[in-house]
């Protein structure tokens, strides 16, 4: 099974972005810390810059609240990046995804 992040990788990566796993582990904190404290992946294309928070579906809201918390979401939001929670799950066996955009 692939990861939420691996899937979202594919998806942004099919509609023409090129995209980049940018949440890195810390193996002294035993934590995996997300670029700016909320953004798992960068994608770049189609004219804009996208900042994509991967989870599972029932983790969409945990992670809204996440990125609204973000202590760097001002400077994000004035660099022009969109922001995207993808939260994925299976549907008759195949995963889909609910995308959120972050207003």
Same mark, same amino acid.
């Given at each position: ?27 002294? =904190?035993?934590? !995996?810390?997300?670029?700016? @404290?909320?953004?798992? #992946? ?7 810059? +996208? $900042? &994509? ?25 004035? =660099?022009?990046? !969109?922001?995207?929670?993808? @939260?994925?799950?299976? #549907? ?7 995308? +959120? $955009? &972050?207003?």
């Amino acid at each position: 099974m692939s990861s939420p992040t691996q899937r979202s990788l594919a998806l942004l990566r099919e509609r023409g972005y090129t995209a980049a796993v940018v949440e890195r582990w810390n193996p002294y =904190a035993k934590i !995996r810390q997300d670029l700016f @404290g909320c953004i798992d #992946v960068v994608a770049v294309g189609n004219g804009e810059t +996208v $900042g &994509v928070q991967a989870c599972h579906y029932s983790d969409v809201s945990k992670r809204l609240e996440k990125i609204g918390n973000a202590e760097a979401l001002p400077a994000i939001r004035a =660099a022009g990046w !969109r922001l995207l929670v993808m @939260g994925w799950h299976k #549907v008759k066996g195949r995963y889909v995804v609910r995308e +959120v $955009g &972050v207003s």
